[in-house]
């Protein structure tokens, strides 16, 4: 079953708002930054719902489950000549649902407690040199205090389909805590 990218993209915004509006959503972040295939930059957008941390049996690891919501432009005039004739190739618009999980070390309050690491599993629409599978891993590393977020964020398919440069980006963020 294919749905049309207007109708996928107001289900994930759905899924985003019905995730954002529980009652144990803790964070919303609203991120942006740039992103890289090779050398080729490009902007990159995300919407991210972070929801209460949750102790990991006896350990000082905490996790807590994640969804965002992301959009990265394509590459369009942008002198990506080397791929303008392969298929994929670099012009599509990628949006990409996601869900996973954000781990924290120590307890609140520790100076390095806002230091996390987040993983998650996305479906995408849209296909380029750099994303090319309808589903990719992102992986997070990044810093959340009060209102602020920095991260570096990787996506990629993990090789299981070629082409696979994936993107890589530094992202900021803006956080709401609820």
């Known amino acids: ?29 609203v991120q942006g930054g740039r992103s890289y295939m090779d050398s080729h930059p490009t902007s ?23 969804v965002s919501l992301g959009y990265i432009e394509g590459r369009k005039g942008q002198g990506v000549r080397r791929y303008q004739d392969s298929r994929p190739g670099t012009n599509d618009n990628v949006s990409l649902l996601g869900a996973g999980a ?17 993983f998650q599993v996305a479906g995408q629409t849209g296909r380029t040199q750099a994303l090319s599978s309808g589903y990719e891993f992102i992986s997070t590393l990044g810093w959340q205090w009060k209102f602020l977020s920095l991260q570096i964020r990787h996506i990629s398919n993990g090789g299981f389909k070629e082409p696979n440069r994936g993107e890589t980006m530094a992202l900021v963020g803006l956080g709401f805590d609820f």
């Open 102 to 118: 954000r781990l924290h070390y120590g307890q609140m309050g520790d100076w390095y407690h806002p230091f996390f690491f987040s």
């Open 1 to 29: 079953m294919h749905l049309k990218r207007a109708t996928r993209g107001v289900v994930a915004a759905a899924v985003l708002c019905f995730a954002s509006n529980s009652a144990s959503a803790q964070r919303i972040e």
């Open 44 to 66: 990159a957008y995300f919407i991210e719902s972070i929801f209460s941390e949750a102790p990991i049996g006896q350990s000082r690891w905490t996790w807590a489950p994640d």
